[in-house]
């Protein structure tokens, strides 16, 4: 469906209601992921992971964004850390790009 604008609208409102909802902040990190404003989904990502530091998913997540700006050391060092942290490592090895 595509419907980023209202996502963003509703993350920037659950974020603002808690800024400390690491859900909120990773989904809208990914959204702007989707949406290619890199800058802004690592922002967001890199708050996530200051508030959740084992949080598999927005590693990955992090991690996918890395690999679209290009940046493919970060890219490799994140997929590394959500490994370590997986423990059965399939989420973090197998995780669709």
Not at 8 to 15: K, P, S
Not at 69 to 93: E, Q
Request: charged fraction near 30%.
């Amino acid at each position: 469906m595509q419907r980023y604008d209202e996502a963003l609208a509703d993350y920037n409102r659950a974020i603002e209601l808690d800024p400390s909802n690491a859900w909120a902040i990773t989904s809208r990190g990914q959204t702007y992921r989707m949406m290619h404003p890199y800058d802004e989904a690592l922002a967001d990502y890199n708050r996530a992971i200051e508030l959740d530091p084992s949080d598999v998913f927005t590693i990955i997540g992090r991690s996918q964004t890395y690999r679209a700006m290009r940046r493919y050391g970060k890219a490799l060092a994140d997929l590394r850390r959500a490994a370590k942290l997986d423990p059965d490592k399939t989420r973090a090895i197998l995780h669709p790009s």
